[in-house]
């Protein structure tokens, strides 16, 4: 591997280092009057790439920037650098361009995504005294990487026993909670920098512990394909993540941070949002268009006259053949109580109604319902019912993503080793 590091006891070029965050360090031999941090295969890295990089990773962050922390965070975030360079390169002798359009629409999607307006994005760097240039320098390479991924699909094959294990595992754990889960991954590529990383897990937990923000975070850190969503995974049903990533998430309550996890490619920092408990039953999502007859009795109301009331409503259930010929009855009625409701989930209904009608298909009418200050007939006009459960394409979807993953670790492990990198810092 064609690498070498100047090691230094200072940090970062002096005068520019003083001018971004006012801390006064000691120039060393090898400090270069250009401000170059690091040189990979030729191509330089500045530092101004790196103090502005530093600088939008604290207030996209919430990271309250002290100067030990400036100190602690630099190679870490250097690295950062160095890696987007390398997959910039490849991706380009690959022949994968990377448009200003594209560039455009990726930060029309991180707007939206952050509830910002259009154009809230460079205000938000305006704001922060942060360089324009430095977001769409660090969206080039994610955009050219990502290009080059998406070529390397064809390498992998999903089989369909691989989507049946999964909806079957996932079937088993329905009746288990689900886990509404982030996640940031610092990868271990070399053993040899095993205790680095951990060291870099343990900051990124100290940062977070004063404030910082997950999600920001891990746009910045994390080595994961979730890292675009600020390692938003989702709802996940228990038995969906590794073994000792699962027992991590069972042992957090919500809102909590997990320590750093070690795995076999590295270390997993989790945040648990919220935990939802599952039900062994639902399988399905139904959605009901229901319409309500309805016809007051109130207290105290003669027998006789309830009664014939209550015939009305025993009238109607055999003769009704709609809702529409529901509706007319209460038409004739003038039942102002009466009407239909679209869309509405069976949990949301009183146990009364819900017990009456979920065992109900579409056009089925329920019996006679007694109900304070009357009483009703309600008769499903429409039933939809969606499973609950990912499809096909979705388990898909996510395994192709997770090969692909592990390739695009492999991809800049090769990349790495056969670079030049000169770190002058």
């Known amino acids: 591997m064609a690498l070498r590091i100047k090691h230094i006891t200072g940090i970062i070029f002096s005068a520019l280092w003083i001018t971004a965050f006012g801390v006064p360090l000691q120039p060393s031999k090898a400090q270069n009057v250009i401000g170059v941090a690091a040189v990979v295969n030729d191509a330089p890295i500045s530092v101004v790439d790196l103090v502005e990089r530093i600088k939008l990773v604290a207030a996209s962050s919430n990271i309250q920037m002290t100067p030990q922390r400036r100190q602690e965070m630099a190679p870490q975030i250097l690295q950062q650098l160095i890696n987007e360079k390398l997959q910039l390169q490849?991706?380009?002798?690959?022949?994968?361009?990377?448009?200003?359009?594209?560039?455009?629409?990726?930060?029309?999607?991180?707007?939206?995504?952050?509830?910002?307006?259009?154009?809230?994005?460079?205000?938000?760097?305006?704001?922060?005294?942060?360089?324009?240039?430095?977001?769409r320098n660090q969206i080039r390479p994610q955009i050219g990487w990502q290009k080059l991924l998406g070529s390397m699909r064809r390498e992998i094959q999903i089989s369909d026993a691989e989507i049946d294990d999964n909806l079957e595992r996932i079937r088993t754990n329905q009746g288990k909670p689900r886990n509404n889960v982030q996640e940031l991954f610092l990868p271990v590529d070399n053993p040899q920098d095993e205790t680095k990383v951990y060291?870099?897990?343990?900051?990124?937990?100290?940062?977070?512990?004063?404030?910082?923000?997950?999600?920001?975070?891990?746009?910045?850190?994390?080595?994961?394909?979730?890292?675009?969503?600020?390692?938003?995974l989702g709802w996940l049903y228990t038995g969906e993540m590794a073994g000792e990533l699962q027992q991590a998430i069972d042992q957090?309550?919500?809102?909590?941070?997990?320590?750093?996890?070690?795995?076999?490619?590295?270390?997993?920092?989790?945040?648990?949002?919220?935990?939802?408990?599952?039900?062994?039953?639902?399988?399905?999502?139904?959605?009901?268009?229901?319409?309500?007859?309805?016809?007051?009795?109130?207290?105290?109301?003669?027998?006789?006259?309830?009664n014939t009331k209550l015939g009305i409503l025993q009238n109607a259930k055999q003769s009704a053949d709609s809702c529409q010929a529901l509706a007319n009855v209460a038409v004739d009625l003038g039942s102002d109580m009466s009407g239909k409701t679209e869309g509405i989930s069976p949990n949301e209904l009183s146990g009364t109604v819900r017990n009456a009608v979920e065992n109900l298909d579409k056009g089925?009418?329920?019996?006679?319902?007694?109900?304070?200050?009357?009483?009703?007939?309600?008769?499903?006009?429409?039933?939809?019912?969606?499973?609950?459960?990912?499809?096909?394409?979705?388990?898909?979807?996510?395994?192709?993503?997770?090969?692909?993953?592990?390739?695009?670790?492999?991809?800049?492990?090769?990349?790495?080793?056969?670079?030049?990198?000169?770190?002058?810092?």
Request: charged share 30%; with cysteine.
């Open 90 to 135: 490849e991706a380009e002798r690959r022949g994968f361009e990377v448009t200003d359009e594209d560039i455009d629409h990726a930060k029309n999607l991180i707007e939206q995504n952050s509830g910002l307006p259009a154009g809230g994005l460079d205000r938000f760097m305006a704001q922060n005294n942060i360089a324009t240039d430095t977001i």
């Open 199 to 232: 060291q870099n897990a343990l900051d990124v937990i100290r940062a977070l512990d004063q404030g910082a923000n997950f999600g920001g975070l891990a746009r910045q850190f994390s080595a994961s394909s979730s890292a675009a969503n600020g390692g938003n």
């Open 252 to 306: 957090l309550a919500p809102g909590n941070v997990s320590p750093p996890i070690k795995t076999i490619r590295g270390y997993y920092i989790l945040k648990l949002l919220d935990r939802r408990r599952g039900d062994a039953n639902a399988l399905t999502d139904v959605k009901l268009d229901l319409y309500q007859l309805f016809v007051p009795i109130a207290a105290g109301t003669a027998p006789e006259e309830a």
């Open 364 to 425: 089925g009418i329920s019996d006679v319902i007694r109900v304070d200050g009357g009483a009703l007939l309600v008769m499903v006009c429409d039933k939809i019912e969606e499973s609950s459960l990912p499809d096909r394409d979705n388990i898909r979807d996510r395994l192709m993503a997770e090969r692909l993953e592990i390739l695009a670790r492999r991809k800049l492990r090769e990349l790495r080793r056969n670079a030049f990198i000169d770190i002058r810092i």
